[in-house]
């Protein structure tokens, strides 16, 4: 007996590779045409600062076409792709995810970013929504601050931990291009919605490792972001993470997301924003603040077992301190540009 949701889910998987494949080989002239023909007529983008949210075809090809001219000869390097019902929507629409790097020669300047002529990855997450056989949807988080570090133009001070182009998983079957157990799907959407319960309790009456330990493997990977970077296991995560995040906010509104799924041993999620906050206490090296800040997350995990063993994480950090009247992006490139006097 064949069953629907499957079939739906592989579909689906089958329309973003197929787009993918067009898409990636294209040269920067097509992409708008391409778009048009795979998306719907009220396809919606959203983006990493400074973009924002997109509609319109002529709106998103105005980033992609710079990107695409700037960074030559684009390799899409994925290490994680899967496919879903959207919790959120009580599982009625049907999402694919991708997660990698976007690698390519950074030839010329983009955003203000001086060009290395050398190697550059765009690390990247992109959650798409397919509703009758076309993209209706797009959130694609992407870590600017790594590639202007790989520059030489950091946004940000000295981060609490390390900065690396993050690999796949240790696993390496991050590509869910097949059909997958149903129950392995839902076991691993039920540890995520446990871990999310934990992040709501930050006065529970445990210490952070403690309530850690409930849903991670003593030697789990935090992949962070540039300005923050990645951190392994239990300690060093609280460490060099999520113990200074903490002492850093308050206020920490209810999380909330667009989209939560998850395929075989792997899931994520996104929000715009996810939750807010207000920086009191500091927080990558910037003053306190008593502003509320909102944190766009897109969040990636695969589970091994009854635990999660690693989380790839896109927060649109340029955003949040934009929120805090600190334009990074301008004011760092900015600091390139030759006087006009």
Same mark, same amino acid.
């Given at each position: 007996?064949?069953?629907?949701?499957?079939?739906?889910?592989?579909?689906?998987k089958?329309?973003?590779?197929?787009?993918?494949?067009r898409?990636?080989?294209?040269?920067?002239?097509?992409?708008?045409a391409?778009?048009?023909?795979?998306?719907?007529?009220?396809?919606?983008w959203?983006?990493?600062?400074?973009f924002?949210?997109?509609?319109?075809?002529k709106?998103?090809?105005?980033?992609?076409?710079?990107?695409r001219?700037?960074l030559s000869?684009?390799?899409?390097?994925?290490?994680i792709?899967?496919?879903g019902?959207?919790?959120?929507d009580?599982?009625?629409s049907?999402w694919v995810?991708?997660?990698?790097?976007?690698?390519?020669?950074?030839?010329?300047?983009?955003? =203000?970013i001086?060009?290395?002529g050398?190697?550059?990855?765009?690390?990247?997450?992109?959650?798409?929504?397919i509703?009758?056989?076309?993209l209706?949807?797009?959130?694609?988080?992407?870590d600017?601050?790594?590639?202007?570090?790989q520059?030489?133009?950091?946004?940000f001070?000295?981060?609490t931990?390390?900065?690396?182009?993050?690999?796949?998983?240790q696993?390496?079957? !991050?590509?869910?291009?097949?059909?997958?157990?149903?129950?392995?799907?839902?076991?691993?959407?039920?540890?995520?919605? &446990?871990?999310?319960?934990?992040?709501?309790?930050?006065q529970r =009456?445990?210490?952070?490792?403690?309530?850690l330990?409930?849903?991670?493997?003593?030697?789990?990977?935090?992949?962070?972001?540039?300005?923050? !970077? &990645?951190?392994?296991?239990?300690?060093?995560?609280?460490?060099q993470?999520?113990g200074p995040?903490?002492?850093?906010f308050?206020?920490?509104?209810?999380?909330?997301?667009?989209?939560?799924l998850?395929e075989?041993?792997?899931g =994520?999620?996104?929000?715009?924003?996810?939750?807010? &906050?207000?920086?009191?206490?500091?927080?990558?090296g910037?003053?306190?603040?008593?502003?509320?800040?909102?944190?766009?997350?897109?969040?990636?995990?695969r589970?091994?077992?009854?635990?999660?063993?690693?989380?790839?994480v896109?927060i649109d950090?340029?955003?949040?301190w934009?929120q805090q !009247?600190?334009?990074?992006? &301008?004011?760092?490139?900015g600091?390139?540009t030759?006087c006009?006097?």
């Amino acid at each position: 007996m064949k069953n629907k949701n499957l079939e739906d889910i592989q579909a689906a998987k089958q329309i973003v590779q197929g787009f993918y494949h067009r898409f990636d080989s294209s040269a920067p002239a097509g992409l708008e045409a391409i778009l048009a023909a795979v998306s719907t007529d009220t396809y919606r983008w959203r983006g990493y600062h400074p973009f924002g949210q997109l509609d319109g075809l002529k709106s998103i090809a105005r980033f992609w076409i710079p990107l695409r001219d700037s960074l030559s000869h684009v390799q899409r390097r994925q290490h994680i792709f899967f496919a879903g019902r959207n919790q959120i929507d009580d599982f009625n629409s049907v999402w694919v995810v991708s997660m990698g790097q976007l690698m390519g020669l950074f030839d010329r300047p983009w955003l =203000g970013i001086r060009p290395t002529g050398k190697m550059a990855f765009l690390p990247y997450c992109e959650f798409n929504r397919i509703e009758d056989g076309k993209l209706a949807e797009t959130s694609m988080y992407f870590d600017l601050p790594h590639l202007m570090t790989q520059a030489g133009q950091s946004p940000f001070g000295p981060q609490t931990a390390a900065h690396l182009v993050h690999p796949g998983p240790q696993t390496h079957d !991050g590509l869910l291009y097949a059909a997958q157990d149903p129950q392995q799907g839902a076991a691993t959407l039920a540890l995520i919605n &446990a871990m999310i319960g934990d992040l709501g309790q930050w006065q529970r =009456g445990l210490t952070l490792e403690e309530e850690l330990r409930r849903t991670w493997h003593e030697d789990m990977i935090w992949w962070g972001p540039e300005g923050i !970077g &990645a951190t392994y296991t239990i300690a060093r995560y609280a460490q060099q993470h999520s113990g200074p995040f903490r002492a850093g906010f308050t206020d920490r509104s209810k999380t909330q997301h667009i989209c939560r799924l998850a395929e075989g041993n792997y899931g =994520g999620f996104f929000g715009w924003p996810n939750f807010s &906050a207000r920086p009191t206490g500091g927080f990558m090296g910037m003053p306190a603040s008593d502003k509320p800040g909102e944190f766009r997350v897109i969040d990636i995990y695969r589970r091994d077992g009854d635990k999660l063993a690693e989380n790839w994480v896109f927060i649109d950090l340029l955003h949040f301190w934009n929120q805090q !009247g600190v334009d990074l992006l &301008a004011r760092t490139t900015g600091m390139e540009t030759p006087c006009q006097c």
